[in-house]
């Protein structure tokens, strides 16, 4: 007799006398699946492998109904096939390999497309369905199988079978279906995990690939900022001013350069993920120092910086901040007739507690008197100074120092950035 799918297929469920509903060796199968399911709803949420998920799933699922094979058959829909994923009992080369016809003439197949659970505890006399030849290689005698559905559909079946003469009833069918359920709900987090992070992943990499590209665009201008002061060279003035805007944009270029490289090195020592739009403050202090005393050889430049992360926003007003300040110590600290071989100047950046303390300090000449930071400064360089500030929200004082100058900058931190 043809199958036909809106026919119910549960046969012999619980009229068989050998298993009284209510027997206690009945409540306490039923009880030690209860045990199970709860078990494996645990596990499905906390497990992060798909694969060990599911070949968990038929062991417990196995040891549920107390039964000497269990799968997990995935549908391709492209072959309109059924593919055993993970499973108990089979033959090694089973899994991952061995597939079922997922046809209304196979139990898996029936079970697949009409979503209703199927037991057939006679299947070498069955007119419903054939056996397919995984299970007639094995031996099988009787087979229970159910729907793993979820949101996005059908992912598969779940299937019991056994060698051994006995009857799967309907409280079988219950408890299989509650193991289907909650692995339907597990496939789908997991499902939605991998998309998230695959989309997470792109979204950095278009992050990274922007602060690539704004960095050599920013390296452009710097280049044109130096082949401009070239035609300078006999205007002092017109040439400072060139110079300081090209240090200043090279300071913003460092800013992403790292941006860019900290993610690239996340991904190649597989060093945990960078956070987009964050960046270490030690090897980005690093490089900036480096960039301004190769122009400056006669003198010593330090840096010393705790490890921070710091968002791009704060990273690059302190940066055009350490620029300025260094750069000025450079110019004004040391005239060369009273150092002839030129002076140490030191940066340091230290987080306490939520505010971040960066230092710029020389043993110069000190500040000229009257020398003060704000809008009404006539340089152009305080005046800088004054609105990064600002834009940090934060604090700049000038702690009296006997030899030189010194800044002691205090920015508060957002929370969440540590
Ligand atoms: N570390 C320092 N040591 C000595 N003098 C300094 C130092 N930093 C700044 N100054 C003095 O402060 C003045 C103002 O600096 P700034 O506003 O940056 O102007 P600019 O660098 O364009 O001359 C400088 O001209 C210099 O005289
Ligand atoms: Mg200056």
Not at 87 to 112: N, Y
Not at 160 to 179: L, N, P, Y
Not at 300 to 324: F, M, V, Y
Not at 332 to 341: I, K, N
Request: aromatic share 4%; with cysteine; hydrophobic share 40%.
């Amino acid at each position: 007799m043809p199958a036909r799918p809106d026919e119910p297929r549960i046969e012999e469920a619980t009229e068989d006398a050998s298993v009284a509903p209510h027997s206690p060796a009945d409540f306490e199968a039923r009880l030690r699946q209860q045990v199970i399911l709860s078990e494996f709803g645990v596990e499905a949420l906390r497990g992060k492998d798909f694969n060990l998920l599911l070949q968990r799933a038929t062991e417990l699922c196995a040891e549920g109904m107390r039964a000497e094979y269990c799968k997990a058959l995935e549908y391709l829909r492209g072959e309109d096939t059924l593919l055993v994923r993970a499973g108990v009992g089979w033959k090694p080369e089973v899994i991952g390999h061995a597939t079922v016809g997922a046809d209304l003439a196979s139990p898996a197949g029936f079970a697949l497309k009409t979503g209703r659970p199927v037991i057939s505890n006679h299947l070498a006399d069955e007119t419903r369905f054939r056996t397919p030849q995984l299970m007639a290689d094995h031996g099988i005698r009787r087979a229970i199988n159910v729907l793993i559905e979820n949101r996005d559909g059908a992912f598969g079946v779940l299937e019991v079978d056994d060698s051994r003469e006995g009857k799967f009833d309907e409280a079988d069918i219950a408890f299989m279906q509650g193991f289907a359920n909650l692995l339907g709900s597990a496939i789908e987090r997991h499902r939605t995990e991998e998309l998230l992070r695959a989309s997470l992943a792109r979204q950095d990499l278009l992050a990274r690939e922007m602060s690539h590209r704004v960095k050599n665009s920013l390296a452009i201008v710097a280049s044109l900022l130096t082949l401009q002061a070239r035609s300078a060279e006999g205007e002092p003035a017109v040439l400072a001013a060139l110079q300081d805007a090209r240090s200043r944009v090279e300071a913003i270029a460092t800013v992403h350069d790292q941006l860019w490289r900290q993610g690239d090195l996340a991904e190649k020592d597989g060093a945990g993920e960078a956070v987009p739009g964050e960046i270490d403050l030690a090897p980005f202090l690093d490089k900036l120092v480096l960039n301004l005393a190769s122009g400056a050889p006669t003198h010593r430049l330090t840096c010393a910086a705790d490890p921070q992360k710091l968002s791009a926003d704060l990273a690059i007003p302190i940066g055009l901040l350490i620029n300025e300040l260094v750069t000025n110590a450079l110019k004004y600290a040391y005239p060369l007739a009273r150092f002839p071989s030129g002076g140490e100047i030191r940066v340091r950046a230290e987080r306490k507690n939520a505010t971040l303390v960066v230092e710029v300090a020389d043993d110069g000449i000190g500040l000229p008197e009257g020398f003060e930071i704000g809008r009404s400064s006539k340089s152009l360089g305080t005046r800088v100074i004054a609105s990064l500030v600002r834009q940090l929200g934060g604090t700049l004082t000038l702690p009296p120092k006997e030899h030189g100058a010194q800044f002691h900058l205090a920015v508060p931190l957002e929370k969440g950035i540590g």
